[in-house]
């Protein structure tokens, strides 16, 4: 199992409408690409001058299934936070293998 992280800094000004877009329209519609099984949204604590810290958590089974989101969805994807908030925003993205999972 594979999580597909994408850590976004985004500006204060926007971050209102983002918040709600990134719930309502944009994780919703990446769970629709029928790539990931579920995805986590968490905040970052870490307090900074440059807006606001969040890290998105897409969980997907594996490294094929992945490699066909970046080459069917991940453009299309992007693109519309572009649109959207042109300039309001950083993210960076990261691979993580699960190794193991505990509940208990």
Request: aromatic fraction near 12%; avoid cysteine.
């Amino acid at each position: 199992m594979l999580i597909y992280n994408v850590t976004i800094n985004i500006d204060a000004d926007v971050h209102d409408d983002w918040l709600v877009w990134m719930r309502d329209k944009h994780i919703p519609d990446m769970l629709n690409t029928g790539k990931f099984s579920h995805a986590k949204m968490v905040r970052v604590l870490v307090e900074d001058d440059g807006g606001i810290t969040y890290s998105i958590q897409y969980t997907t089974p594996d490294r094929k299934t992945l490699e066909a989101y970046y080459r069917d969805d991940a453009e299309r994807m992007r693109g519309y936070a572009q649109k959207l908030f042109p300039n309001k925003f950083v993210a960076f993205r990261t691979e993580l293998e699960v190794i193991s999972q505990q509940i208990p």
